[in-house]
Each structure stands twice: as C-alpha cells, then as structure tokens.
C-alpha cells in the first residue's frame, strides 16, 4: 500500500496500555482490532466495559465501538491478514526472584503473530523492555514470519500516566520513532497521523535508544521523588521542614517543582519495576556501575513505607490493638491499580502488627479486597474513620483532601491525622484541634 495511506492497526493485548492505545486510535479515525489471548478481556471490551478504571476512557471505547472502527479478536489469524501495522502492548512484569523484567508475554506474542505475516508489515513495540530487546525480536519476526525480512521492528516507547492516559495517548507531549529504514518511519507517520497533525514533536532515533528512552525518563522521575524523600530523612534528624524545602527547591527553574512532592513514595506496575530491571540490565552489559545510584533510589523509596508505619507507632504509643481509618489503596489518585501500593503496604504492616485497621479507596477497593482480603474495608472515607484512634491518609484522592476536620472530628474516637502524602494543608488542621504529623515535618 502507500506509505502515506491510512494503516489498518492491531493493539496485541488488551491490558492497561494496549486497551487505552485500540480505543484512542480508533477514536482518531483509524480502523483497529485489539488482540488478547484472554476471551474475558475481549468479551468484556466488546460489550463497551472497560477492565479497569482510567478517566474518560468508557465514555471513548462506547463511541469507537458505536463506530465500527472498533473490534476485538482472540485470532491471530485474523490479525495478521487485517493488519498493516501492529502494535505490541502486552505486559513485561518483573519476574518472580528477580529484578529482571519478564519478557516471556511479548515473546509469546511475536510467536504468535509471526506465522501469519505473508506480506510486508511493521510490528511497533510499545512495551517497556530491557536495551537490546528490539534487536533480538527483530530476528525472530523475520525467522518466524512467511514474509520474511519484509517484516520490520519498530520502536515507539509509551509515556502514559494513568488517570491521565487519553490526554497523552491522543495529546502525547512528544513521539519517540525508534526505526531501521525510511519505509518505517513513513509508516509510524501514517499511523499516527492525526497526533503529528497537532504539531507534536518527534524524536527518530535507533531502536536502542527508542528502548532506552522509556526506562530514562522513569528513573529521572523515580530520582527526583527519591531524592526529595531523602531530604525528608535529613528534616526529620534536624527539625526542619520538608515542605518548605521542597517549595523552596521548586522555584529554581533549573529543578522545577514537578515530582518534587515528599511523601510516602512512588508504586504502581512501572517505576519501581522498571527501575530494577534496567539496573539489572546495566549490570548484564557491564555498565552497572552507571545507573548504581538506583539501587538506593529503590532504596530510599521503600523506607518511606517504614517510615510512615513509624509515625502512627509514635504518634499511637504502639499500635497493637489501635483503630486505624486507611485512607487509600491505590498506588495513586485516579486509578484503581494496586501493584507494588506504598498504601496497602502501609495498611498490611499495620494490620501484621495487630492494629485494627479498615481501608477506603474510591477507585480501587475491588482490587484490593481480591489481593488482601485480611484487611478490612469500608463503604468511605468517613466509614472507615468511625470511631479511629488514628486517620493515615495514604492516596491523594481529591475525595480525602475535601474533607473537612470538623466533619471528619465528628466521628473518630481521637483527633490524630497522619498525612501521608503531603495532601493535607497542616495550619487548617492543627487550628481545627488536630495533632498532625506528615513524614519530614516537625
């Protein structure tokens, strides 16, 4: 076809990425069949829900299937004979025992889609994977795909920040092309037209560097997050205050303010695996020593969660026996994703040390009652809080910094708050007759 012309698009699986990237792209005009080897998922996004919570994203894949742009398939055959570009959004999970990523689903998935690649055809990789990925797979396709070296791999790294994945998908802030020809680009072009037409910027680079620029970015951030914790361990030993500092730092516009935010620490499924795996990467390749810092990056990181169960310990006299309002499950606001949660961490370590503690999270308490079912859950924010010798505030929903200290003083036992995202504004509720306390604050 020519390369200017429209592609037809599949998004091989149908998760948290590739779920978000079929609807947008259909949405933007282009005809899509998302591809999953799990019939729930498919059932689930053919009938117009959307597996997990993400802002906008129903009211999207309602109007793309209304469409007809719009279909979801468990056929691999049927794939490769619709596609002109496919797009692999499946999972690369840490694995099991290891800081390593687990590259089997995206294996798996150019084995699958391989075989049934009769004429020429780009595979883009979205999944964030360990340097030197692209290059292997490449190989494969082109052992494995009838078409042969007609097959092309190119990379196109996302940036998505979940409850905010439609505005970057649709709106991104720029466009990594990491490619091996002209034909590829043009292609990636064609793709991704509608984007390119707001003027969005675009970085064409090698396949290396498209893999790389996903794990940089997510250790910059994880970096300035750990770093500003770190400060808040340094406040904490001498009486100074985290906020301040961290306001301070902000206004030099050689350092910004964004991601400068002390608290309890960042999780989620991308940052603190993503981390592992490319210091484990490094070291593969000889250049550990680079990126050695993220060690205690990840380091850092984790104490916060201690550090916060330290806090309500101090503020309590123990914990044992105490009753303790968690406010949060999620790793974030806006999301009901749970893995690697410095809240339910909290709530857990809470609950192992015989605290009586009941959990509250908007978005993300189905998730959490499936992987924890030995805490306790309510029905809100001020459920939960009945009768509290401790409120510990650990997602920022905008839901829990609502709240007014009067309300909230109605129905807990005793008027302590542990903040511990930095959420709360502390003048409003120490005048209001509370004793809070926030990690790095005196």
Known sequence: MNPTESPRLTVIGTGYLGATHAICMAVLGFEVLGVDVDQRKIDKLASGEVPFFEPGLPELLSKALESGRLRFTTSFAEAGEFGDVHFLCVGTPQQPGSDAADLSYIDAAVRALAPTLTRRTLVVGKSTVPVGTAKRLTGLLQELAPAGDEVELAWNPEFLREGFAVDDTMR???????????????????????ILDLGTPVVRTDLATAELVKVAANSFLATKISYINAMAEVCEAVGADIKHLADSLALDDRI????????????????????????HRA????????????????????????RTVDLVREMLGGI????????????????????????????RTMHGLGGH????????????????????????????AQDADVVVLLTEWSDFKEIEPDALA???????IVDGRHALDAAKWRAAGWEYRALGRS
């Open 320 to 347: 044992s026996g105490k009753r303790i309002a968690a406010w949060g499950a999620a790793f974030k606001p806006n999301s009901d994703d749970i893995r690697d949660a410095p809240a339910l961490d909290v709530a």
């Open 410 to 416: 109605q129905v807990v036992k005793h008027k302590r």
């Open 172 to 194: 991104p802030d720029r466009l990594v092309f990491g490619v091996a020809s002209e034909w590829a680009e043009e292609r990636l072009q064609a793709a991704f037209r509608p």
């Open 256 to 279: 910004g303010g964004k991601f400068l935010k002390p608290g309890l620490g960042f999780g989620g499924g991308c940052l603190p695996k993503d981390i592992r795996a490319f210091a």
């Open 283 to 306: 070291e593969e390749l000889g250049v550990g020593q680079a990126v050695s810092f993220l060690r205690e990056v990840d380091d850092i990181n984790r104490r916060r969660r201690a």
């Open 357 to 384: 503690v009941r959990v509250f999270d908007p978005a993300a308490l189905d998730n959490a009652r499936r992987a924890f079912p030995e805490l306790r859950y309510g029905d809100s924010a001020l459920d939960v």
